[in-house]
């Protein structure tokens, strides 16, 4: 059976219909906590959609039921772990929690921490079960690539490539799992990747340009990814393909589209999947306009492209323009230190500087400082909201300038704030004017003065032409 064949087999054979999904199981060190379980929309604009939350009793036990349409890789983030599980509709689950860890605030706001990637455990697994058979091959291939990493990566040696795949094959047979097999196949072709870079056209048809992509199987993406990464810039680099850097700066979507299928003999679905993934990487390149990418991905939306690629390409573009300027900031819901709601529309015809801040750390007090003078300085035309962490006892002894207020919001998620301080600034129109703003100590003076001034001119030149 031909690679292709094997693929096509192997992706239809996991498709299932909409059933319940139960997990169960018990975690002392956790009791009382609740941890949120989620899975990915797809592996280009990474939308986590939620499933539920673990919620653990006073024992530690919990419960918890969800409705998948097929098989799905689910995880959950948690004290500084990345959590991981296939479940299958249909299926029930007693799984078993790492050991628990507790991390300081430091260690969870710094931005270099990344989360552990962890694969759940299975009480008494059965050795046919996906996570079993996913978990054992993991382990095995990740020992022979450290193993040999340097004649694999580095020297690039197609005979000990050869060699590592026919050991996992021997130690792996053949199963009647499919979900298993497709993931064997893609993390074999991940060795075979390192050998050329995906720049052979036997790799390319072999993996991808044959085939309808494998939207749900995470070894699959992994590879894509590596493979079609900034592809745009790749093609318009290319001396071949100098015309495709004018495709994409004129948003010429159906054009690209036709290109890849004719010249690059992609399959449609390959086509569009990788399309949306080179306007994704492209958006953050300097060598496309921002705004030509953003009217591919409007352009999506009145194509014949299926609801799966559409959905996907809007979730891409709110990605792309979140939190940037000139868009609406997020819902935030706030109260000061009395209780009463604090409502950004309540402060229409001012710029309110948005600041998060920890009151009890030292470089944060120094910047609450700083921001006292500058207040001083724009009270006419300035509005200070400091959002300070939840839960914490606080109160303004040292007389610091604005509003002090809380959040039971995540700000992480809703602002992308990780680390403390960290500021925005909203405009008279309630849109982001600055996204992130400087910081007290950062320049914020100097730059609120420009642009007021900036702001106090134009209002000039306005009443000049209404009274000529």
Known sequence: MTLFCLCLFLFQGYTAH???????????EYAQNS??????????????????NFRFDAEGAFSLEIELAGTSLCFADFDGYHGMIYLEPGKSYEIIFPPKRTLTESQKRNPFNKPEPVWFGISKPDHNELN?????????????????????????????????????????????????????????????????QGKSAGFMEACFSTQKPLYNLAAYSSLFNQVFLNYFSVLANSANHTEIKNLVQTSALQKLDEYFQKHLHFNRELSHWVLLKSMKDAFYSKQFSKASILKMLDLVKNSEWNAYEQKTAQLIRSKLVYLSVGSNPPALVLKDLNGQDVIFSDFRDKYIYLHFTDPKNTICQQHLDALKTIASHHKENLVIINVIPNG?????????????????????????????????????????????????????????????????????????????
């Open 132 to 196: 079993f058979q996913v978990q054992q091959f993991e382990q095995a291939y990740a020992s022979y690539e450290n193993k040999y990493f340097d004649q694999i990566f580095v020297n690039r040696s197609k005979s000990l490539v050869d060699t590592v795949k026919n050991i996992l094959d021997k130690e792996f047979t053949k199963t009647n799992q499919s979900l298993f097999e497709s993931h064997k196949l893609y993390r074999k072709a991940n060795l075979e990747y390192a050998l050329h």
């Open 35 to 52: 941890i949120q379980l989620n899975r990915l929309h797809d592996f280009i604009s990474e939308e986590k959609i939620k499933l539920g």
């Open 18 to 28: 909409a059933a319940a999904v139960k997990i169960t199981g018990k975690a002392p």
């Open 392 to 468: 914490s006892t606080f109160t303004n002894s040292s007389n610091w300038a604005g509003i002090f207020t809380t959040t039971v919001n995540n700000l992480e998620e809703i602002f992308l704030v990780k680390t403390f301080p960290n500021s925005f600034l909203i405009g008279k129109d309630g849109k982001l004017l600055l996204s992130p703003a400087p910081n007290p100590i950062d320049g914020l003076d100097r730059q609120l003065g420009q642009l007021f001034k900036s702001d106090y001119m134009k209002e000039i030149q306005k009443k000049n032409q209404k009274i000529q």
